[in-house]
T-cell receptor, first 121, second 116 residues
Framework: DTEVTQTPKHLVMGMTNKKSLKCEQH?????MYWYKQKAKKPPELMFV???????INESVPSRFSPECPNSSLLNLHLHALQPEDSALYLC????????????????????FGPGTRLTVL | AQSVTQLDSQVPVFEEAPVELRCNYS??????LFWYVQYPNQGLQLLLK??????LVKGINGFEAEFNKSQTSFHLRKPSVHISDTAEYFC??????????????FGQGTELSVKP
């Protein structure tokens, strides 16, 4: 199974709502990623989890709160978002968590989910 | 800092014609290079990757790419395209951050539009 699933596919929320995006993989990958993609733009990294611990936060506003409850699941909690946060949110996973020596294997493929299209009103 | 430049934002081409999507990277160290494809309303799918060794890399769906270290290029080619190849194509380089992990840095993307 080389699939990354994401739910929901579409989400519309108001600026005062709290919602969550969910990502799941069963490939045994111990690195998981959240990307944000605006229309006609490349994906931009938001967060990286390595062995269920947050290892990279690309200076993302605190209204986005990631969570990795176990090695298969990755959540992104959303609160008080702005209209400019409307985008496609992509989850990915790979076999390359940070190694014992602090080294990361950049050769490993990242497997992407289909994304959640978020609209903030 | 590592970066990726895709030289064409849009490439229109007729069905069964050859196509080349251009990608240049900047890096002072050895690189791992990737081409991903994104079909409308979908996530990204890996087409091929260059890690080391042979400079000609073959991928899925009949695509191939050539790594050229002297020109710092990694152009994607297909000898005969199909309507179904219409998609956004991203070139990417992986960047490691010691003790934290790593990430993909993407080019701006090339929209391939195949016309009948």
């Amino acid at each position: 199974d080389t699939e990354v699933t994401q739910t929901p596919k579409h989400l519309v929320m108001g600026m005062t709502n709290k919602k969550s995006l969910k990502c799941e993989q069963h490939m045994g990958h111990r690195a998981m990623y959240w990307y944000k993609q605006k229309a006609k733009k490349p994906p931009e990294l938001m967060f990286v989890y390595s062995y269920e611990k947050l290892s990279i936060n690309e200076s993302v506003p605190s209204r986005f709160s990631p969570e990795c409850p176990n090695s298969s699941l990755l959540n992104l909690h959303l609160h008080a978002l702005q209209p400019e946060d409307s985008a496609l949110y992509l989850c990915a996973s790979s076999q390359s968590p940070v190694g014992v020596a602090g080294v990361w294997d950049g050769s490993a493929e990242q497997f992407f989910g289909p994304g959640t299209r978020l609209t903030v009103l | 800092a590592q970066s990726v430049t895709q030289l064409d934002s849009q490439v229109p081409v007729f069905e069964e014609a050859p196509v080349e999507l251009r990608c240049n990277y900047s890096s002072s160290v050895s690189v791992y290079l990737f081409w991903y494809v994104q079909y409308p309303n979908q996530g990204l799918q890996l087409l091929l990757k260059y890690l080391s060794g042979s400079t000609l890399v073959k991928g899925i769906n009949g695509f191939e790419a050539e790594f050229n270290k002297s020109q710092t290029s990694f152009h994607l080619r297909k000898p005969s395209v199909h309507i179904s190849d219409t998609a956004e194509y991203f070139c990417a380089v992986s960047v490691g951050i010691y003790n934290q992990g790593g990430k993909l840095i993407f080019g701006q993307g090339t929209e391939l539009s195949v016309k009948p």
